[in-house]
């Protein structure tokens, strides 16, 4: 995953690693994007983070952590963020190897939707972690028709294969380069972080709307604020979208 989005030293891009343990809303500010490789380990509370990291404009990719049994995660990913309630709890197993090929929301992709004919076709696959079709976009699907890159929601990526070659070479083949940094071009910057301390005003940097405690879920008018505690809370414009992080 590192050197898809990052090939080289001349890609603006910023890395960083997080422990999957880990996960919460303070390891997350600052970041536009976010690529987990074992779901398995992220905890509840890591969900919650990332249910609210999804809320505020952030990118979540998700790939299969290749688990040969029962994958008890996906109920607890599933019961934070309501689109992730369709991943399978089972992997399938498609006997022979299936190509990939452009599903019908490749167009999501549109730099790249041209060349997922080609490129997909040197993909093999052999073991899928599915996800309910009919409520997400379809990216790539085998060509047996089984979803393998999925878009369950907005800003939000599921990947029915591990980001290791266990049961596809996806990871190894010239495809997952331009997937990945397209999947990256297409998340929007959150880099309007503002930073504040706990009973002093933000000042006159944002003039309106409110902010929304992402512990509690209170709220409170900007042009009032003077955090009371210290925490995480997200700017919301006067239409009540995520427009930052304090």
């Given at each position: 995953i590192?050197?898809?989005?990052?090939?080289?030293?001349?890609?603006?891009?910023?890395?960083?690693?997080?422990?999957?343990?880990?996960?919460?809303?303070?390891?997350?500010?600052?970041?536009?994007?976010?690529?987990?490789?074992r779901?398995?380990?992220?905890?509840?509370?890591?969900?919650?983070s990332?249910?609210?990291?999804?809320?505020?404009?952030?990118?979540?990719?998700?790939?299969?952590?290749?688990?040969?049994g029962?994958?008890?995660?996906?109920?607890?990913a599933?019961a934070?963020?309501?689109?992730?309630?369709?991943?399978?709890?089972?992997?399938?197993?498609?006997?022979?190897?299936?190509a990939?090929?452009?599903?019908?929301?490749?167009?999501?992709?549109?730099?790249?939707?041209?060349?997922?004919?080609?490129?997909?076709?040197?993909?093999?696959?052999?073991?899928?972690?599915?996800?309910?079709?009919e409520?997400?976009?379809?990216?790539?699907?085998?060509?047996?028709?089984?979803?393998?890159?999925?878009?369950?929601?907005?800003?939000?990526?599921?990947?029915?294969?591990?980001?290791?070659?266990?049961?596809?070479?996806?990871?190894?083949?010239?495809?997952?380069?331009?997937?990945?940094?397209?999947?990256?071009?297409?998340?929007?910057?959150?880099?309007?972080?503002?930073?504040a301390?706990?009973?002093?005003?933000?000042?006159?940097?944002?003039?309106?709307?409110?902010?929304?405690?992402?512990?509690?879920?209170?709220?409170?008018?900007?042009?009032?604020?003077?955090?009371?505690?210290?925490?995480?809370?997200?700017?919301?414009?006067?239409?009540?979208?995520?427009?930052?992080?304090?």
């Amino acid at each position: 995953i590192r050197a898809a989005l990052r090939p080289d030293d001349r890609a603006p891009v910023r890395l960083r690693e997080l422990a999957p343990g880990g996960v919460d809303a303070s390891s997350l500010l600052g970041l536009d994007l976010v690529a987990i490789a074992r779901p398995d380990l992220i905890t509840g509370p890591g969900w919650e983070s990332l249910a609210a990291f999804c809320r505020t404009g952030g990118s979540v990719i998700l790939f299969a952590p290749g688990l040969a049994g029962v994958n008890a995660w996906s109920e607890d990913a599933g019961a934070r963020i309501e689109s992730l309630r369709g991943i399978a709890s089972e992997a399938v197993d498609l006997g022979n190897a299936e190509a990939l090929e452009g599903g019908s929301g490749a167009d999501i992709l549109p730099m790249l939707a041209a060349e997922l004919g080609s490129l997909g076709g040197s993909v093999r696959v052999n073991r899928v972690l599915g996800i309910d079709a009919e409520a997400s976009r379809v990216v790539l699907r085998t060509s047996g028709g089984i979803p393998v890159v999925t878009m369950p929601s907005e800003g939000l990526w599921f990947v029915g294969v591990p980001a290791s070659t266990a049961w596809s070479d996806l990871p190894a083949r010239p495809l997952f380069v331009p997937l990945m940094q397209e999947i990256a071009r297409r998340s929007p910057s959150r880099s309007a972080v503002l930073t504040a301390t706990a009973g002093r005003s933000l000042g006159d940097s944002v003039t309106g709307g409110t902010l929304r405690d992402e512990t509690t879920g209170d709220q409170q008018e900007i042009r009032t604020l003077a955090p009371p505690i210290a925490g995480v809370r997200t700017v919301l414009d006067a239409e009540g979208r995520g427009i930052g992080l304090a």
